[in-house]
């Protein structure tokens, strides 16, 4: 990068931006960490993320020693020219723990840290989802719509979706959007269903849809 590339970066008193790692495939937060003008350009150029360490009062590579790289999808900048934001593929677990990211630890109801480790904060509302259905698969309530749906068995669950799906038809064909938004919302939630049923992971999901990205969805005929 050029000084006037660097220039329309707003690094603080020390030289440094805020950097916030996702993962590109479900947004999770996966770390944070700071870049001088070196380590961004190397990001930019390299498409592998640097930081500047200031523990270490050095440029390192993310991985550089463990091997669990992340390579870079997208950059974006705040509106404030202040803090990046990347949009990385991880190769491994990102955090130097172990854990797949460093947000891992819950804040209580008076904001002390909890000791039990979490990944709640991973994903979306999807994932929130999924993990109350797996939640109540492994431990039955009784009153509970997901709990009924794993006691009716798998056919039960399949013949929700089946359902679901023929309801998300009729929605369109009205063309009414608040019926689109309710059905597919109720497909959505089935299909979680079968996930849990079968103990998949919606990252499971995303990586295929990753793997497709980019790519045409037209088969080949042989």
Known sequence: MNQAQINQFKFDQQ?????VVQDWLDGTVLMLGYMNQEA?????????????????NKLWEKGESSGHKLHVKALFVDCDQDTVLVKAQPIGPTCHTGERACFFSRLDEQGLVTEEK???AAGGILESVLRTILARRANPQAGSYTTKLFEGGHDKILKKVAEEAGEVLLASKGGKKEEIVYEVADLFFHTLMVLGYHGLTLQEIYEELGRRFGKSGLRSEK
């Open 15 to 19: 030289g440094l931006l805020p950097a």
């Open 40 to 56: 961004l350009a190397r990001t930019v150029a390299t498409r592998t993320v640097h930081f500047w360490s200031r523990s270490r």
């Open 118 to 120: 979490t990944q709640d």
